[in-house]
């Protein structure tokens, strides 16, 4: 009988052990690169300068005139600025940002946006690929719609904000926030 009593007790109390395992609540995945994927943040600085790493291609139509900040409505501008560490333009090169943009407001002061930033900073190389809205004088969020080399597979956003908007070079703090999905390492990318 003691025999039986014993296995009763032991059948319990593992019952009981499992059950509060099964109701703990799970890991959490917030982890910087365990089972929710790793994530990577930092600012660059985009150094424009017009007529010299900035240009006019296509001239607007309508709506405001050409200043540092509009651009008639239409306008097609193209740019392949330099990235550095630091807000000064003499600090490090650490990159480029190339694309367009074209002017979408009759103030001139809203673009469609599209870049590619490559990135040779921190022991990570590669690009991220950008699309959206640009407000030329207030803060802008740009969707990572895709990333080649280090950067293959991630997601996220780059956001771009006016530092210095005088003179002929203008610069834009640009904070990249990425993440790469759980499945990143084990999907292919080219060699």
Do not use: C
Request: hydrophobic share 35%.
């Amino acid at each position: 009988m003691a025999a039986n009593t014993r296995s009763a007790s032991l059948l319990l109390r593992l019952t009981m052990l499992f059950s509060l395992a099964a109701a703990a609540p799970p890991r959490s995945n917030e982890t910087r690169d365990g089972g929710g994927g790793k994530t990577l943040s930092f600012t660059l600085y985009q150094q424009e300068t017009i007529n010299k790493t900035a240009y006019m291609v296509v001239d607007g139509v309508a709506g405001a005139g050409v200043s540092q900040t509009t651009t008639p409505f239409g306008t097609v501008y193209v740019f392949r600025d330099n990235l550095t560490v630091h807000a000064d333009g003499a600090s490090p090169v650490v990159g480029v940002a190339e694309g367009t943009s074209i002017t979408t407001s009759l103030d001139g002061l809203l673009s469609l946006s599209l870049a590619k930033i490559t990135i040779h900073h921190r022991g990570h190389r590669g690009s991220v690929s950008v699309l959206g809205g640009t407000h030329n004088t207030r803060q802008s969020d740009y969707p990572v719609v895709g990333g080649t080399g280090d950067f293959a597979y991630a997601l996220g956003y780059v956001r771009s904000s006016p530092v210095d908007l005088r003179g002929s070079t203008v610069t834009y703090k640009m904070e990249l926030r990425l993440y790469w999905p759980p499945y990143a390492p084990y999907a292919p990318t080219p060699q």
